[in-house]
């Protein structure tokens, strides 16, 4: 069984930059496909990112494309959600999830392991 343990949130005035870290631990990292995705209060959990076995490939929901970089160092058994020019509409709790595929997925309904989760929260 995998678990996944979230860090690196906090609280950031807009136009700062956080990167999160999720540690791999029960299995090694190489074997999935990894995501991170993000729930607001009162909302439905969305997706962010997502990084292939292989780090070859990168998903970004069209909200953070441009600003979040999502990368892998299985060494670790670590992925990173690097977070840049945040804004209040980033606040939400961030969870970083498995997925036993090669390719990475946005539905969160295909993972198999969650983390839980880390607090970001921006200031205007």
């Known amino acids: 069984q995998v678990q996944l343990v979230e860090s690196g949130g906090g609280l950031v005035q807009a136009g700062a930059s956080l990167r999160l870290s999720c540690v791999v631990s029960?299995?090694?990292?190489?074997?999935?496909?990894m995501g991170w995705f993000r729930q607001a209060p009162g909302k439905e959990r969305r997706f962010v990112a997502a990084i292939s076995r292989n780090s070859v490939t990168t998903l970004y929901s069209d909200s953070v494309k441009g600003r979040f970089t999502i990368a892998r160092d299985d060494a670790k058994n670590t992925v990173y959600l690097q977070m840049n020019s945040l804004q209040p509409e980033d606040k939400a709790k961030y969870y970083c999830?498995?997925?036993?595929?090669?390719?990475?997925?946005?539905?969160?309904?295909?993972?198999?392991?969650w983390g839980r989760g880390t607090q970001v929260t921006v200031s205007s």
């Open positions: 999830a498995a997925d036993e595929q090669i390719m990475p997925r946005s539905s969160d309904r295909r993972y198999d392991g």
């Open positions: 029960g299995r090694t990292s190489s074997r999935y496909a």
